[in-house]
């Protein structure tokens, strides 16, 4: 009932943003337009020509695997589910050309063949416009790392689903509470600084290292997140990013314990994106630290009876170049335009990405005998895309994995086919 429930949201969706589409000229007219840290759809309200926005997203994705997951040790069903059905709307409004409010509102559900999951995710915040220099937004944000992050609807990545360093190693779609500035401090080059509620260590799993610890938000410790984007020309974007802060758990269930430890977590990525006429190359590379594993060892234990061991190093990276090839295969086209499609948006971009992470390059000595499961591949993903019109696309790759994981640290892997359509609207 729930997944016909939301099958019905999804299409009810789509026909309403079709015909937004045609009717409201200011969405158009910001198609390529992107507010700074935000997507297309999540930046309507700064290029709306009326005080008030309404935009979104979805995705219906599917993967096939040749082999069966294992779900109990990567625990996030996101990372394993065989369908996912995802709506995301955003709602603006401006009070004055210097105080906009921006909110999303997602659903998804998830489903693994077995068992159905469903969750919802919010942003919430406020935009001070103060300066060319120095601007302020306020309250559920993303915050400014890696590069999918900011770039997290389906129309602006092109695999079905997002690269596994920024899963594993770079935990997004990743939202915390806090106050960020951002602004132009020089010509073409642009920053972002984050101070937010940090992650809680005590839900990190060793199989997705700090990923599971962005669920909740925890108020007992903080973080800075800055990032630096330099734009030398309109096709070439080379961004260096990072989170620093302290890490841990506070136990409100159980008469509010402090099990904040001493854990401090680094994490560092940079990004470079090229888009020359047709082709788009992008390059992510992300290195992370975490101190006192063996605290964060004991947390897991006390909190869930099982301790999870974790790296002190990570590391991850990955070279993506994808090509229309349309713009030779159909350089003629006429204008015709349908509910849809549009001939003119028309692209048919293939792409090859080359991917590496490990989520243990480093270990404790005093954990290095305990049981854990270690993500240590390569993998190498082929796929395509069909974009009928700037606000929907069909998209479907493989994925050739070499699992490298010591056999005792291993869980099963192998290749897998994911295909999905999604839209913006």
């Known amino acids: 009932m729930k997944l016909k429930l939301l099958l019905s949201a999804l299409l009810i969706f789509a026909i309403s943003a079709q015909s937004q589409i045609k009717d409201s000229t200011h969405i158009q007219n910001h198609q390529d337009q992107q507010y700074p840290g935000l997507g297309k759809a999540a930046s309507s309200i700064f290029f709306s020509e009326k005080p008030w926005s309404v935009s979104g997203f979805g995705e219906v994705n599917g993967v096939n695997y040749n082999y069966s997951p294992m779900k109990e040790s990567l625990g996030d069903m996101e990372l394993y589910y065989t369908s996912l059905y995802r709506l995301a709307t955003f709602f603006g409004y401006r009070f004055s050309d210097k105080i906009i ?8 559900y998830l489903t693994d063949g077995m068992e159905g999951h469903t969750e919802f995710n919010f942003e919430l915040f406020l935009d001070f416009r103060l300066h060319q220099a120095l601007n302020l937004r306020v309250g559920f944000q993303p915050i400014s790392i890696g590069y999918i992050n900011s770039n997290d609807e389906p129309l602006l990545f092109y695999s079905v689903n997002r690269p596994e360093v920024e899963r594993l190693i770079i935990p997004t779609t990743w939202i915390e509470l806090g106050v960020g500035a951002y602004g132009q401090i020089a010509p073409k080059l642009n920053y972002f600084v984050n101070v937010v509620t940090s992650l809680d260590a005590s839900e990190f799993r060793s199989a997705t290292w700090v990923r599971n610890g962005r669920e909740a938000f925890d108020y007992s410790s903080f973080a800075v997140s800055p990032q630096l984007i330099y734009s030398p020309r309109n096709d070439l974007d080379l961004s260096v990013s990072g989170y620093f802060g302290s890490v841990g758990s506070y136990d409100y269930e159980h008469g509010g314990r402090d099990l904040t430890n001493q854990s401090q977590l680094s994490l560092y990525s940079a990004y470079a994106r090229y888009t020359p006429a047709n082709f788009r190359f992008l390059a992510v590379g992300a290195l992370g630290n975490l101190s006192d594993t063996e605290g964060i060892y004991e947390i897991t234990k006390q909190k869930h009876g ?7 190093q990570v590391y991850g990276g990955y070279l993506e170049a994808g090509v229309d090839i349309l713009h030779w295969l159909w350089s003629n086209r006429s204008e015709s335009k349908s509910f849809v ?13 080359v991917e590496h992470l490990n989520t243990h390059g480093k270990v404790a000595e005093s954990l290095q005998g305990y049981d854990r499961v270690q993500r240590n591949m390569n993998i190498l993903a082929v796929g395509a895309n069909y974009n009928l019109s700037e606000h929907l696309v069909l998209k479907m790759n493989y994925q050739f994995r070499q699992d490298l994981t010591p056999e005792q640290y291993s869980i099963p892997s192998g290749n897998q086919f994911e295909f999905g359509l999604g839209f913006e609207f």
């Open 101 to 108: 409010f921006n909110s999303e509102i997602q659903v998804e």
């Open 306 to 312: 099982e301790g999870q061991v974790l790296g002190q």
């Open 341 to 353: 499609h549009n001939n003119k948006d028309m692209k048919l971009p293939i792409f090859v990405r």
